[in-house]
């Protein structure tokens, strides 16, 4: 079977020299600015930087999520790398590959599998939060159904997201 390689990961030498900083300080904005951090590494590192996200290990063969399966949680990947398994394609995705959240968001089931290939840590973004979407602000929410429609290729609105 051919295995599609795509580069999702984000350059954790560069974010490591960043330090423990609070990820909104003008400390940490001026460190993204030196490190020269793309868009998804500053997200990354955001969300890592995240003290109220549980953190999880996980050993090669773990599944953490089903094709098909309710979303519980949804997954930031932090070290690591993951067999990601749709519509009869293979990934190998590694950290900041984010899993779960827009179809959590969409309250539709996992659109793919995914087992942990090395050992995993992820940062875990807790099923509440799909909840919380309802109190965002509108803008906010419209952004969250707009990107969540074009992750997940729908044509209409979930009511999740109305």
Known sequence: MNTPQFDFSVDLKKIDSIGSLHP??????????RQGLSSEERLYYQLVSDLALETAAYRPGTQLCEFGQAVTDAYVIRQGEIELKTEGLTYRVGPGTVL??????ANHPHNMSATALTVVTASIIPNKVFKAIHSCHPGLRGI????????????SVPESLK
């Open 100 to 105: 779960g959240l827009a179809a959590g968001l």
């Open 144 to 155: 969250n159904r707009n990107t969540v429609m074009r992750i997940l290729n729908l044509s």
């Open 24 to 33: 909104d300080s003008i400390d940490a904005l001026e460190a993204y600015n």
